[in-house]
Antibody, heavy 118, light 108 residues
Framework: EVQLLESGGGLVQPGGSLRLSCAVS????????MSWVRQAPGKGLEWVSS????????FYADSVKGRFTISRDSSKNTLYLQMNSLRAEDTAVYYC???????????WGPGTLVTVSS | AIQVTQSPSSLSASVGDRVTITCRAS??????LGWYQQKPGKAPKLLIY???SLQSGVPPRFSGSGSGTDFTLSISSLQPEDFATYYC??????????FGQGTKVEIK
């Protein structure tokens, strides 16, 4: 059974940092790209960042470029999102996901809430 | 970046109604589009992939059509469990993605 489980969310002050983790089990972690998607309270889904299957390429939404860094530890089957210089508008539930529409591959974690507030 | 415009943002319908939601991409994305259903507090559920293919386990009242820039999700006869928010998602430039803005389907 495929499982993705996020952790590391919480309350952080504006300008602060937080690192999210996503533990993956039940499928080969390095077969497909892995991504982070977020959803602000009462708002729609927003793609945040992806890492290619081979781990050599990373991609970011303009809204987080230069502040967030995606990485992974293949030995631990874990994906990370380092979030720096956090802003109030980064408040959201952050989902770890593996999405390949054509196959289809559609794996999501339950999400972890990040709240940026003083 | 590819933009996706989804409409309407919300709609009210009755059980048994036919419902149609559209997404328009800012460029040709072939059939690289999926449709998702999301209920409060839950991760999105895939309904349709590759624009028109029904995901396993999804009721056949859901259907998708389109290719290129214009896409449609239809629900032939709305059921009580279908009241939710629906999103389209394109992955033409995989693994860069764009979600539509969402359509909230409410009970009339």
């Amino acid at each position: 059974e495929v499982q993705l489980l996020e952790s590391g969310g919480g309350l952080v002050q504006p300008g602060g940092s937080l690192r999210l983790s996503c533990a993956v089990s039940g499928f080969t972690f390095t077969t497909y790209a892995m991504s982070w998607v977020r959803q602000a309270p009462g708002k729609g889904l927003e793609w945040v960042s992806s890492m290619s299957a081979n781990g050599r390429s990373t991609f970011y939404a303009d809204s987080v470029k230069g502040r967030f860094t995606i990485s992974r530890d293949s030995s631990k089957n874990t994906l990370y999102l380092q979030m720096n210089s956090l802003r109030a508008e980064d408040t959201a539930v952050y989902y770890c996901a593996c999405l390949v529409i054509a196959v289809p591959i559609n794996y999501w974690g339950p999400g972890t809430l990040v709240t940026v507030s003083s | 970046a590819i933009q996706v415009t989804q409409s309407p943002s919300s709609l009210s319908a009755s059980v048994g109604d036919r419902v149609t939601i559209t997404c328009r991409a800012s460029q040709d994305i072939r059939s690289d589009l999926g449709w998702y259903q999301q209920k409060p507090g839950k991760a999105p559920k895939l309904l349709i992939y590759a624009a028109s293919s029904l995901q396993s386990g999804v009721p056949p009242r859901f259907s998708g059509s389109g290719s290129g820039t214009d896409f449609t999700l239809s629900i032939s006869s709305l059921q009580p469990e279908d009241f939710a928010t629906y999103y389209c998602l394109q992955d033409y430039n995989y693994p860069l993605y764009t979600f539509g803005q969402g359509t909230k389907v409410e009970i009339k």
